[in-house]
C-alpha cells in the first residue's frame, strides 16, 4: 500500500499545486480526519451531508472514499469500516483508494467524531478558495487575451462568481420565538396604520383590500398579451406611490428610454393626450397645466434606469445600491422576457428564464422588499374563442417561456381588458364595458385570488380606480399637501442624473399602443 504522502495528484490538482509556485489551500490530515469520524460516529454523516460534497476533498483518494460514504448515507445503510470498504469494491475504487488497510487506518487517525462537523467546514472552505483561484486564474488568462470583449468577459466573471456564491451559500434554521416577535410586530405596525395594511399601498383600493399591500420579500408577476397596458399600468401605480405616498421606487425599463417613460408619466399626471406631449402642440391653457401639475412630479422618490438587455446580475448590484443609497421599498422590472443571464449557459432559453425568475425571488428575499416583474403571455390567448368577454381571459398556463414563473412567484396577475376583443362595446349581459380593465390576481400564495375591476383611460395611458370620485384633480390636491416644500425644487430622479421633462425630441415615443 502507498502511503498517504506518496499519492499522486491528478492533472487538474497538479495544475493547481504548480499555479504561480504556490500550493493550494488544502488540509488533507483534516479530510482524513472527517472521513474517520464519518467511520466512527453513528450520526456523523447527517451533520456534514449538507457541507460537504465529493469534490470538497483535495486528495482524490479522499474523493472517493467520501462517494463511497456518500452511497451509503443515501441508502440509508450503516457507515462504518467495513460497509465503506464494500462499497469500494463495488465501485471499483477500493485498489485506487490503498485497498482496505488504508481505509482502516483512517479511522485510527482521530479520537471521536465530536469535532466532525467543524473539521468538514475548514474542508469546505479550503474547497471555496481553490475554486475562487481557479475561477480567477481563468478569467486573468482570457483577459491577457486581447481577442475576447471586455464586456463579454465581465458578464461571464460575474455570472461564474453568482454560480460559485450560490452553491455555497448555506442558511442556519431559526429556532420559531424570534420569528414568532418579528410577525406580532408586523401586526401591530400594520394596525397602527390608517389603511390597515400590513404592505405597500399602490393607490388603487381594491387591490390593496386583496393583497394587504405589496409585501416584502415577494415576487409579483404582472402579465398580459400586448396592448393591454402593463406598463400604463405600473406607471400609474408608481406614480401613486412615489407621490401620494413618498414611497421610494426602482424601475427598470428594457424596452423603452427613460425619457419615453417620462413623457407617459407627463400625459398620465397632467391629463394631456400623449399625442399631444409628443407633438409639443398644447394650448395655451394646456401649458399652464403641465407646468402647474409638473409640481407634484418634483422631487418625487422614482427611479428608472433604462439599461438595454439588463443582465440579473447588473440588476443585483444596482438594485443593493438602489435600497442601501436611496432606501428604495420596491423594484419594478418591464419586462422579463428581455432579460438575460450573462455569462451562464443554458440548453434553452427557457432555462434561462428559469434561472432569472429563480433569482427575482432570491433577490427579493434577500433584500427584503417586493420586486414586480411583468411578462409576456403566449398567443394561446389568441387562439381562444372570442364568442363572450371570458373567451379571452388570460391563464396561468399563458405565461411565456417558462413554467418556472408562475412556480417562483407569490402572486401572478393578469391584466385584460374585455372592450380590445368584444369591439361592440358590451358583454353578453349588455353591460357597457369601454374603459374597463380587470386586473386579475390568478395566484396568491399568502391570501385569495379575486378580479379586481379599474378604470383605463387610453388617452391618458392611464389606470384609475373603477369608482374613484372627484377625479384625477381632487386626487393631486389631496396628495399635494404631503409633499415637502422643498421637495418641489429637485427633478425627478434617474440612473444617468436629473431628467429634462421638455427635452426629448418630438415623436420620441409611439403612443399608438398603451402595452
Not at 89 to 104: A, I, K, M, Y
Not at 115 to 138: C, G, M, P, T, W
Not at 212 to 220: A, C, H, P, T
Not at 377 to 391: A, F, P, Q, T, Y
Amino acid at each position: 500500500m502507498e502511503g498517504n504522502n506518496t499519492r499522486r495528484f491528478t492533472p487538474k490538482n497538479q495544475q493547481l499545486y504548480d499555479y504561480g509556485g504556490r500550493r493550494p489551500p488544502r488540509d488533507t490530515e483534516l479530510e482524513e480526519a472527517v472521513l474517520g469520524a464519518l467511520m466512527l460516529e453513528k450520526d456523523a454523516y447527517t451533520a456534514v451531508c449538507d457541507i460537504l460534497k465529493p469534490e470538497s476533498f483535495y486528495e482524490p483518494a479522499n474523493k472517493k472514499i467520501y462517494e463511497a460514504i456518500q452511497n451509503l448515507g443515501a441508502s440509508q445503510r450503516p457507515i462504518d469500516t467495513l460497509t465503506v470498504t464494500e462499497q469500494l469494491r463495488l465501485n471499483g475504487t477500493l485498489d485506487e483508494v490503498g485497498g482496505p488497510v488504508f481505509v482502516s487506518e483512517l479511522t485510527l487517525r482521530v479520537a471521536s467524531g465530536a469535532n466532525a462537523e467543524y473539521h468538514a467546514r475548514i474542508v469546505a472552505q479550503k474547497y471555496l478558495a481553490r475554486e475562487l483561484i481557479s475561477f480567477a486564474a481563468d478569467i486573468e488568462k482570457k483577459a491577457f487575451d486581447e481577442s475576447n470583449d471586455v464586456d463579454d468577459l465581465m458578464q461571464e466573471a460575474e455570472g461564474r462568481l453568482f454560480e460559485i456564491s450560490q452553491r455555497n451559500v448555506k442558511k442556519d434554521v431559526t429556532q420559531i420565538d424570534p420569528v414568532i416577535k418579528s410577525a406580532v410586530e408586523q401586526i401591530q405596525a400594520a394596525a397602527n396604520r390608517t389603511s390597515g395594511l400590513s404592505g405597500l399601498e399602490t393607490g388603487f383600493h381594491k387591490l390593496d383590500q386583496l393583497t394587504s399591500g405589496w409585501q416584502n420579500s415577494d415576487l409579483i408577476i404582472i402579465a398580459a398579451r400586448p396592448a393591454m397596458g402593463k406598463t400604463a399600468f405600473v406607471l400609474s401605480m408608481a406614480k401613486n406611490m412615489a407621490v401620494n405616498y413618498n414611497t421610494p421606487v426602482a424601475m427598470f425599463s428594457l424596452e423603452m428610454s427613460n425619457l419615453q417613460l417620462v413623457n407617459r408619466l407627463i400625459s398620465n399626471v397632467c391629463e394631456i393626450p400623449s399625442e399631444k406631449i409628443k407633438s409639443g402642440q398644447l394650448e395655451h391653457m394646456e401649458w399652464d397645466q403641465l407646468m402647474a401639475r409638473l409640481k407634484h412630479l418634483e422631487g418625487a422618490p422614482l427611479f428608472i434606469d433604462d439599461t438595454a438587455s439588463l443582465s440579473i446580475f447588473e440588476l443585483r448590484t444596482k438594485a443593493r445600491r438602489l435600497v442601501r443609497e436611496h432606501g428604495v421599498k420596491i423594484i419594478i422590472i418591464d419586462y422579463l422576457q428581455l432579460m438575460n443571464a450573462s455569462g451562464m449557459k443554458f440548453g434553452s432559453r427557457e432555462q434561462e428564464v428559469s434561472m432569472i425568475s429563480r433569482s427575482l425571488k432570491q433577490l427579493a428575499k434577500e433584500l427584503n422588499i417586493p420586486i414586480i416583474a411583468l411578462s409576456q403571455l403566449n398567443r394561446s390567448v389568441e387562439s381562444r374563442g372570442n364568442d363572450s368577454k371570458d373567451g379571452k381571459r388570460p391563464q396561468l398556463s399563458d405565461l411565456r417561456e417558462s413554467g418556472a414563473i408562475e412556480q417562483d412567484a407569490d402572486i401572478v396577475c393578469f391584466i385584460h381588458r374585455p372592450e380590445y376583443y368584444l369591439r361592440s362595446g358590451t358583454d353578453g349581459t349588455d353591460r357597457d364595458i369601454r374603459g374597463l380593465a380587470e386586473f386579475i390576481v390568478a395566484k396568491h400564495r399568502s391570501g385569495r385570488v379575486d378580479d379586481v375591476e379599474m378604470r383605463f383611460k387610453a388617452k391618458f395611458a392611464r389606470f384609475e380606480n373603477w369608482t374613484e370620485e372627484g377625479g384625477e384633480e381632487g386626487a393631486m390636491q389631496s396628495m399635494g399637501s404631503r409633499l415637502n416644500d422643498s421637495s418641489l425644487d429637485a427633478a425627478v430622479q434617474f440612473s444617468g442624473g436629473t431628467a429634462d421633462f421638455l427635452g426629448g425630441a418630438p415623436g420620441s415615443i409611439d403612443d399608438s399602443v398603451p402595452f
